[in-house]
Every structure is written in C-alpha cells, then in structure tokens.
C-alpha cells in the first residue's frame, strides 16, 4: 500500500508544468553614432510572461516648470491617473495626442486639453487630472509655447522599461524562450524593426541602435 502511495505521488508530480527558468536581460540602447540613449522605452513582446516584479505606476504627476514638462518622458500602464501641475507664473495648456506617424494619422482619435492658470505666488501650482487609457505613445505640447515638448508611453504590457542614462534597460525573471524586443524613442519616427531572441537562464544582453541622433534636451 505504501508503495502504491509513493508510486501515485510520483506521478502526481511528474503531472506537474515544469516552471521555465528565469534570467536576466539588459538592452541597450544607442544612437545613429553609437551613443547611449536615455528615456527610451524598451518592450518585450510578448506579454505572455507573467507579473513582473515592478509593475508600471497606474499614478503619475507632470509638473510644468521653467517652460518644461518634468519629466520629459513618463512610461504607464493603461488606465494611468495623470495630474498636471503647472509650477510657472503664466498659464500653460496640456495638448495631449498620438506621438510619430500616428500624430498625422486622420484616423487617430482621443487625446486631450487641458488649460492651467499661473502659479500665484506662495501657493500651490494649479493642477488637473487626466486618464491614459489607449496605450501607445502619447506626445505632450502646449498651444502658448511650442517649445514645450514631452512624451508619455503608454504600455499594455508590464515587460516594459525606460533606459536610464547610460542607455540601458534591464529586466529581471524573464521567462526562457523566444522573445522579441521592441524600442520606442521620441526622435525615432519610424519604428526599428523588432530583435528576435531566444532567452535561457543564463544572463543575456541586446543592442539596439536608433537610425537618428535624438535632439539635445533643454535644461
């Protein structure tokens, strides 16, 4: 009987998935002459993986400053809480639509506007709120100031990342199999074409080179 038991167990856990193992990815990123690229965003396709030990912010607030959005660029989930907050001394307004190509789409829809008087002096800057509900990337201008340019992507998957100033983005527990990295970078209107990788538990690196040098960032 005991035999028996210890037989039908055995196949119980024979039964069982076997969890794929986990690794490590960093991408990096680099321009048209091989420089690192900050704030872009890299996304692992498919989603199929699983939570990720970070899930991407469903909050997120951009002030506008010294004639900036801060930060330049934000990345989401879908169904992000955003609020504006405008910290200069003069009205703005928040111009929110598709970013790239799509921003010349007739087909492209929704966005938002949003107008936020002056700060007075000695009190808080005038905020509103807006939700990000349609993912993809999200280009953020102001009809007063068309200097004043940022970005918000929007992602439908939580394998999403931005690169940090040394160009890299890096993911942890990824699943091994076949993957396929995308990026996403603001001066980059046509989009790369995807990289295909077949992960493992080893540690593994990519590189994606952007056909453009992005413009210099206004400090």
């Not at 037989?7 to 680099?30: E, R």
């Not at 469903?58 to 330049?72: G, H």
């Not at 907050?85 to 190509?101: F, T, Y």
């Not at 091994?176 to 790369?192: F, H, M, N, T, Y």
Request: proline fraction near 9%; charged fraction near 20%; aromatic fraction near 6%.
């Amino acid at each position: 009987m005991t035999l028996r038991r210890s037989l039908a167990a055995l196949a119980v856990v024979l039964a069982l998935p076997v969890a794929a193992a986990a690794g490590t990815l960093q991408v990096s990123v680099i321009d048209r002459d091989g420089n690192p690229v900050p704030d872009a965003v890299v996304v692992l396709v498919p989603p199929a993986f699983g939570p990720v030990r970070t899930p991407l912010p469903t909050k997120l607030t951009i002030t506008q400053e010294k004639m900036r959005f801060i930060p330049a660029v934000s990345l989401v989930g879908v169904g992000t809480q955003a609020t504006f907050v405008n910290n200069d001394p003069w009205e703005h307004h928040v111009r929110a639509s598709a970013a790239g190509v799509q921003n010349f789409e007739a087909a492209s829809s929704g966005g938002f506007e949003l107008r936020l008087d002056g700060k007075s002096e000695g009190k808080p800057g005038k905020a509103a709120e807006a939700r990000f509900d349609k993912p993809g990337p999200v280009l953020l201008g102001c009809h007063l100031h068309a200097s004043m340019r940022g970005h918000v992507y929007v992602s439908d998957t939580p394998w999403a990342a931005l690169t940090g100033a040394d160009g890299h983005a890096a993911f942890e527990a990824v699943p091994e199999g076949p993957v396929k990295v995308r990026v996403w970078q603001a001066d980059q209107l046509i989009d790369l074409p995807p990289q295909q990788l077949v992960l493992g538990a080893a540690p593994a690196k990519a590189t994606m080179q952007l056909s453009v040098v992005p413009r210099r960032r206004r400090v």
